[in-house]
Structure formats: structure tokens, C-alpha cells
């Protein structure tokens, strides 16, 4: 990837770039639609990666070329445009930045990625961070992870119009190289788990896709409100089991599906976060396999694709553990695989999704890697 751009850059604009930026994607282990209600989630940064290279501009424009797309982005600091697509993650970027007074300076860049689009492994929150991490280096100020993490959520929130939680900003500002973080979304507080010995994260991208600003995931989060209004809470994460089992019966539903999927997922996450500091693949197998079936019954976030695909790897020897990641309504699926069988079980998975669906699936397996970085 590095000599792709650095290549590119060198087509567009006559020179070496100064600066290559990498941003990975990244794929939650357990906690879904956990972070806006003030939760954990225990994600991880995957080795699929957003690269900038890049040098400063002496006026104040910003030019980005994207391999992937056809149309860079190109504007003046001085009058952010919306213009639709992949180019509003730069701008909301650039102007949460801008209203948060940092001192912004022109730069113009290349970049591609590998990390597959709408498929819930955060490809716009990876573009949110390489734009900060790009803006920091050329205007020489230090890049905070969670206050850059506040401004892609900020920037999505505000500009693009999805309402999304702080989850995929943090993991891809934060991530640490063999580790997930277990985060909590109320503090910020994050800790590093390690992946128990032994055992491959696996990637199951079901070939079907959502979008955040016209999916259920806006209307997910007002109903999260509504419920924990019921309870006379801000957030659901002060709802606790035992509260929530008191008073369910007086709740209507929907919202008791949907508070009950919140609040046991936490109490997952934080359970799943213990197992795998112990190297028990097992119990965090477990885990995600309740977690998988919370989200398909109570959340009803999963589509047909995801729970054949769930199903699948849960089926196959070496699994300890299958679910949808991310938003959800398409994307991908996660499992944990013991290291053996890892060959045989992409495989599998390959040919037996393709079987059940005649979508051409994508399944690979990534290591966790560090967030953000500056590679030169
Ligand atoms: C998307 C959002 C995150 C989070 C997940 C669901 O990835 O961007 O903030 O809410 O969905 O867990």
C-alpha cells in the first residue's frame, strides 16, 4: 500500500509525499449499540487500513485523491462545502476541528484503502481519523486520542448526520497491536485485553450492506431514550439487570426488547472482558454466540445473511463463537477460531455461505494492530 500511493502521490503532484498516514478499520468483539447508552464495547483495530501520504500546502486548500472513488475532494479552509460521499467525512472532519480552535493548514494528498465499505468494520471512522492525524502533523500539534476521537463523532454526528456513539473513533484513535480495548463509552477509560493464545479472529463479510443516516440505527438509538426515560435514567447503562427484571413488566414491548438487549450486552462485554484476560475462548465464545442472539431477537438489527452466516461458523469445528458486528442490517460477522482450524474454516464458510445464498462472500483473518500512526 505504502509504495501504491507514494507512487500515486508522485503521479499527482510531481513529488515525493512528506507524510503517509495509516488508518485501520476495526471489528467489535462484543457490545453492540452498547456505546450511545453510556456502555462498554471491546473492540479491536484490524490489519484492513485507510493510507494517506501527503504533504503541506503553503495556502489554506485541501486536495484528496481516493484510488477508490472518482472525484477528489478539493476545498478551502476558509468555506467547507457539503458535498456528499466519501468527501463528508473530510469536511466534517475539517470543520469540528476548525470549531473546536485548532489551527488548521492546507494540505493535499492520495489515498486508498482495503477496508470494505458499509460493511461494519468503520471504513468512515478510519477517514475521520487519517483527516485528524493528517491536519496534526502539518500543523504540528499533538494528536490527543480521545479528543480526536470526539471530533469524528462530532463530525459524523453534525455534519454527516449519523448518529453514531464514540466506539469506532476510539478503537481506531486508541488500538494497541495484539489487544482489544474494553472502553468504557462513559469515561473513555480504556483497558487492553488480549486475545487468548491459540486463536484467530476471523472476518465474515456477508456481501450485504447498510448505511448509519437511512438504516434502523438512528431509530434504535431513540428508542434506547425512550426506554431508559422509562426508567428515569439518561443513559441504560444505570439500569441494572435486577432493576430492569423489577420493572420489565411494565414496559410495552418493544422498548423491553430493546432495553433488554442494551443492558445484558453490558453486562456481557464486561463478563467477556474478564474471560478473555484469562485465555478462556470458551466462555468468550460463549459470549458472543448470546450476544448474536440478543441482537437478532431483542435488537432486531441482524438480517437473513448475518444469521446464516452466524450459524455457519458456529457450526464448525474449532469455532468457540459467532456474531453479527457493528450497526448492523448487513456487513459482517465475527468469530473466534481456534488457530488449527482456521484454514479449513474459511474454507468452509466460503463455499457453504455461497451454498445457502449466492452471495459471494469475503472471509479473512486479522490480527489486532495499532490505531492511528504515522508511518512516515
Ligand atoms: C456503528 C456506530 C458505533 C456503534 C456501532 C454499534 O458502528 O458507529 O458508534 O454504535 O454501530 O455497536
Redesign the pocket.
Known sequence: MKIIITKEFKTHFGADPQFIVRAPGRV?LI??????NDGF?LPMAIDRAIWLALRLRKDRRVILHSLDFANPVDFSLDDIPHQGGWGEYVCGVTWALGEAGYPLSGWEGVMTSDIPIGA?L?SS?ALEMAVAKAFSIVGSWPFSALKMARIGQQAENDWVGAN?????QMIIAAGQSDHALLIDCRDLSAREIPIPGGTAVVIMDTATRHS?TDSG?NERRAQCETAAAYFGVSHLRDVSLDEFNRRAPGMDDLSRRRSRHVISENGRVVQAAEAMSCGNAVEMGQLMNNSHVSMRDDFEITNDALNIMVELAQSQPGCFGARMT??GFGGCTVALVRDETVGIFVENIHSRYQDKTSLQPKVFVSMATSGVEQIM
Do not use: C, Q, R
Open positions: 467489535n457490545g453492540e449499540h452498547t456505546d450511545y464495547v461494519g468503520s471512522a453514531t456513539g464514540i466506539m469506532d448509519h440505527y457493528g450497526g
